[in-house]
């Protein structure tokens, strides 16, 4: 199909492109940006006036809930979620039911997510057997099922040893670890640590949990490098959300360890305090912390210390959240809100809209890297001879979140009620449409 996106204005962080121009596409490839080819006659045209034109949103952090739950038809609900919060690209955590250490299972989850169209899956392949930290997992089969890199998930590695052996095997063979800092012994909580969690009674998690970890993480990186003769294994830290935590991912950088990171929407805009009595909604992994905490993540997020946005989301059923705070499952549906919160997040720091855009295209693309084979050169940026994976905003239109109006079946959220200050007109997926919204949708 040939389309023509028609007077939208194209912003693509990675090509530093901020202009009103056509967009066409063929065969899903952009083949013009700006001047179109003398003999282009579009199958269809979609009116972009007034609308930002994007590049499709890559988001690090989408629990999809299958293989394990095929029977609610999951994958159906949050695909449908992604690509209707322009999402073109999600990576989805290996801690399914069952976990994803077998390629038998990584083929499945990859087949029927490409047989519906609407996002492209990058999983993420189990670090050790079951996750249970003991038995590393066969990282070779697992990279050549599609995985782009492999983690633990929310379970930390308890056993110091195994770690540092997989960290040198994955430096062997150039793979990424993504991994959630956080010590075992001291994160087995379900608040951040403080006044507000010890006054309600709640088990805490000290920012002393991520710093640990961190530590540690980091001396078994530079003795990895020592000791493989100065092969490095990239390392992707999963949903910073500490000021110290994210002050040591700073040094580390400057040290030049092959190190990124991320940050939560939830971490982003909301504070333990958010929780009041004991709201359920705000029972996260990370907690959400200190105001002090949120303010260095915001300030982290705009100087580019943190590479990627990321929406954490995690459906939870009603059954499950809907119990007391601490029995509550942690987890909270986000991918449709992923950029409304960014904007809004740049609109209330002053923060450039090309920056909150980067943190959602350019700069999770980047941390997928060469994992992304012919995609590496086209996904999250607006390129000639690149794939159509596009979204189209229309930035006047503001709408208020409730959760029964979300696709996907998860409908609990912390941001119920929030005003979303830019709403998704259309997503593209490899020149197919994979979102169009109604135009009596989100008023």
Not at 55 to 78: I, S
Not at 193 to 218: D, K
Not at 274 to 279: A, K, L, M, R, V
Request: hydrophobic share 45%; charged share 20%; net charge negative.
């Amino acid at each position: 199909m040939k389309i023509l996106i028609q007077n939208g204005r194209v912003i693509d962080p990675a090509s530093g492109t901020d202009t009103v121009a056509d967009v066409a596409i063929a065969a899903g490839r952009i083949i013009a940006v700006g001047t179109l080819p003398a003999d282009f006659s579009p199958n269809r045209t979609v009116n972009a006036t007034g609308c930002w034109v994007l590049p499709g949103l890559v988001d690090l952090a989408v629990r999809l809930r299958e293989p394990g739950q095929e029977h609610a038809q999951m994958l159906e609900t949050e695909m449908a979620a992604a690509a209707a919060g322009g999402v073109t690209s999600l990576v989805c955590p290996p801690d399914t039911d069952p976990v994803l250490d077998e390629p038998g299972l990584v083929d499945m989850l990859k087949f029927r997510a490409e047989k519906l169209h609407q996002a492209r899956v990058f999983p993420l392949g189990a670090l050790t057997r079951g996750l249970q930290g003991e038995v590393l997992t066969e990282m070779v089969e697992l990279t050549e099922s599609g995985c782009v890199g492999f983690g633990q998930a929310e379970v930390p590695i308890v056993n110091t040893q195994v770690l540092q052996r997989a960290l040198q095997y994955a430096a062997t063979f150039g793979y990424s670890v993504w991994l959630r800092p956080q010590d075992h012994w001291l994160g087995k909580g379900v608040a951040a640590s403080g006044p507000l969690a010890t006054r309600l009674g709640l088990s805490g998690v000290p920012a002393a949990a991520e710093v640990i970890a961190l530590h540690t993480l980091f001396e078994l990186l530079r003795g990895v490098s020592r000791s493989t003769d100065g092969q490095h294994v990239r390392v992707h830290l999963c949903r910073i959300s500490s000021a110290a935590g994210l002050e040591l991912v700073r040094r580390a950088k400057a040290d030049g360890l092959p190190v990124t990171c991320d940050v939560s929407v939830h971490n982003l805009h909301l504070t333990d305090i958010d929780i009041g009595y004991f709201d359920s909604r705000l029972r996260l992994q990370p907690p959400v912390r200190q105001q002090a905490d949120r303010a260095a993540l915001r300030q982290g997020l705009a100087d580019g210390t943190i590479d990627a946005l990321v929406s954490d989301h995690n459906p939870v059923s009603a059954d499950a959240k809907t119990l007391p705070f601490a029995e509550a499952e942690p987890g909270a549906t986000a991918v449709e809100l992923l950029l409304g919160l960014a904007c809004k997040w740049a609109e209330q720091d002053g923060v450039p809209l090309v920056r909150a855009i980067q943190a959602l295209t350019q700069g999770p693309a980047h941390v997928l890297g060469a994992r992304l084979g012919t995609l590496q050169a086209s996904l999250g940026r607006i390129a000639v001879g690149g794939v159509a994976d596009l979204c189209i905003i229309n930035p006047h239109r503001h709408w208020r979140v409730e959760g029964e109006a979300l696709h996907s079946q998860g409908k609990h959220t912390p941001f119920e009620g929030h005003e979303m200050p830019v709403s998704v007109h259309t997503t593209l997926v490899g020149g197919q449409f994979a979102f169009e919204a109604a135009a009596e949708r989100r008023h």
